[in-house]
């Protein structure tokens, strides 16, 4: 059942709420949505991840996640569903992605390489799941980060240090929920 | 980018919601979460499946998929966003499991093969993902079907012709979201 260890590895993963663009393209900060906190949290437990980081500058989301975290970790949810406690434990704010790398490389002495994904192949350096997988099984503290709403600001996938490949099938549709797209893209990275 | 065809692929995909257990193992008839409609779906267009149905008796909660539906393909929802409409396209209701069988079987002329998922490995023809690919690129009538609440029931799993083997990463931890667990179960099967 079990068929890897990987222990060495230095996963952090990130749900990005600002810059993101909204259907229009205007660059917005989205709200949280706490099912992606509670489905994303599961899935970086389920993977190994060190972290999880709930990346927004608005202060009232901020404590919105925060009374989530709380709530799971040490209110009535910790002793209802301890299984979502040991997820919820891995939830981190940070004010931005940089606030989000600055945290890890206090924590790792490095700083992360950065994976941003987007659902188009329009901007950045392209990476597919091959390189990338080899990259986050190296042992080096490696951040992989996702957008919400409408996607990731442009910017973010040029500064990004790569850009994951889009997700297909067999289908041309590439339409995934943020939840289901990083549940899909850490099983690839280190699932088998 | 596109690496399959698989256009003989006859995949339907199914979330049930009775009969499965609650907290206390109890069996119950769970809610549906509309949330669930939306994510699967598009998992399901993703990976080219003909069908999702949502699996209840309630006709209260029939009704409230059938509005979901309603607003996406025909209602405001339809011109303000295409892509859901052409996943929320594939959504259809069925009373029970065997109710989804006959509507496939009508279609299709044959019943399908029947792949429970469960996160445990405790009842049931266990297969894993191998050969349950296999099954699904063969080019019958194939229906995989996802509990919701804490599981199937037990005697669904028995009566399925196989049960799939439960997902997991590099740990012991195996708590994934139903929408979690679609998207990766989905993309092992068909995604490469």
Not at 62 to 87: C, F, M
Not at 99 to 104: F, L, N, R, S
Not at 146 to 172: C, K, M, N, S
Request: aromatic fraction near 8%; proline fraction near 4%; charged fraction near 25%.
């Amino acid at each position: 059942m079990v068929t890897q260890t990987k222990s060495d590895m230095l996963l952090y993963v990130g749900l990005v709420h600002y810059p993101v663009y909204n259907k229009n393209y205007d660059v917005i900060a989205s709200a949280v949505t706490t099912l992606d906190i509670h489905d994303i949290s599961r899935v970086a437990r389920t993977y190994n991840a060190k972290s999880f980081f709930i990346i927004t500058p608005l202060s009232d989301q901020k404590k919105l996640v925060q009374r989530v975290i709380n709530h799971w970790t040490k209110g009535y949810g910790a002793s209802y569903n301890p299984d979502r406690k040991e997820a919820i434990e891995l939830v981190q704010l940070a004010d931005s992605l940089e606030d989000a790398k600055e945290q890890i490389r206090r924590k790792e002495g490095v700083s992360p390489i950065c994976i941003a994904t987007d659902a188009s192949e329009s901007t950045g350096k392209i990476i597919g799941f091959d390189k990338a997988r080899d990259i986050v099984i190296k042992g080096i503290p490696v951040l992989i980060f996702f957008g919400t709403a409408w996607g990731l600001h442009r910017q973010v996938l040029e500064e990004a240090d790569y850009v994951l490949e889009p997700i297909y099938g067999p289908t041309e549709y590439n339409h995934l929920s943020v939840r289901a797209a990083a549940a899909i893209i850490l099983d690839r990275l280190v699932g088998r």
